[in-house]
């Protein structure tokens, strides 16, 4: 047992040695070998290195993952209209050259966003500055976040880092502002909405207008027709007495009379005050209509 006691802690040693020879890169790593204290390799696939054990050489791992920036509190940016907005942004960055990044902030990922931070705040300021209210609020968000893009990443690439994507989340009046801006647009909202009712009542006045001159040129142009007809109507009931008239006089005005007859007499009440020899009562007296009636 004591002879092999030597042999069990060479062993352990050699593994030791071994292991320190031995190193895995995650697929969510990239890897520095240091030999002597200047980078050796770098190693952004994932698998399974050999390397000297240390002190010859020695690894150091970076995230490469997707990480991201956001604003603790927004930023105080002041517009060319010297107004101050609260502006609340995040960004997405990730190492793409880690060489680069360890010679610039080490394997401190906090120096680095704390860097990116004023990057940040130096783009949005310079993009803010010379835009209005409006135009930063509304009309040229996007061109805000793009402008930012290209600034930041521009002057991330020799850090080894890459900018992916910076976002306005949300954009606010400071307090001191607030309240003018919000009456202005109160105005501005009652001027548009004042402007919108005068042109629906032009446009209503101008409708109703021609509504109007339809309605009469309808009427015009029936009651045309309807003379029309009615001229036409009263020419055929003409001929038609006359015609009738031709054919037998005599039993045409007895018709007639008896028709008037009936229109006065139509109630007890009815009265006339006439000669009961006038031409009215000539059938009463004889049938045909040759006398006057009987006293």
């Known amino acids: 047992m004591q002879r092999s006691f030597p042999y069990l802690i060479g062993l352990v040693i050699v593994l030791a040695i ?9 697929e969510r790593d990239s890897a520095l070998v240091f030999a002597l204290g200047e980078v050796r390799e770098t190693i952004t696939e994932p698998g399974l290195y050999f390397k000297l054990p240390p002190p010859f050489e020695n690894v150091v791992f970076l995230d ?4 991201t920036i956001e604003s603790k509190d927004p930023e105080r940016i002041q517009t060319a209209e010297k107004k101050n907005l609260l502006i609340d942004s995040y960004v997405k960055w990730r190492i793409v050259d880690p060489r680069l990044f360890y010679v610039t902030f080490g394997s401190n990922t906090r120096a680095a966003e704390e860097r990116l931070s004023a990057q940040i705040r130096d783009a949005l300021n310079a993009s803010v500055n010379v835009r209005t209210v409006k135009q930063v609020v509304s009309n040229e968000r996007g061109s805000i976040m793009q402008e930012m893009l290209h600034n930041v990443d521009a002057r991330a690439k020799p850090l080894g880092v ?7 989340r949300r954009i606010d009046f400071a307090p001191e502002i607030s309240e003018s801006v919000y009456r202005r647009m109160e105005a501005e909202r009652k001027e ?11 446009d209503s006045e101008k409708i109703r207008a021609q509504a109007d001159r339809q309605r009469e040129e309808l009427l015009a142009t029936a009651y045309a027709q309807a003379q029309g007809i009615k001229g036409e ?4 009931a003409a001929a ?5 008239y031709s054919k ?3 039993f045409y005005s007895f018709y007639k009379s008896l028709d008037a007859y009936k229109e006065i007499f139509s109630k007890p009440s009815d009265l006339m005050v006439l000669s009961p020899r006038s031409d009215f009562f000539k059938f009463w007296g004889t049938p045909k209509g040759t006398g006057p009636a009987a006293p």
Not at 192 to 202: D, H, K
Not at 233 to 236: I, M, V
């Open 162 to 168: 890459d900018v992916v994507d910076v976002r306005l």
């Open 64 to 67: 490469k993952r997707l990480q």
């Open 233 to 236: 109507g009263d020419a055929s």
């Open 192 to 202: 548009e909405a004042n402007r919108l009712r005068a042109t629906g009542a032009a």
């Open 18 to 26: 071994l292991s320190s020879c031995v190193f895995i890169v995650r």
């Open 248 to 250: 037998n006089p005599q």
């Open 240 to 244: 038609i007495y006359n015609k009738a």
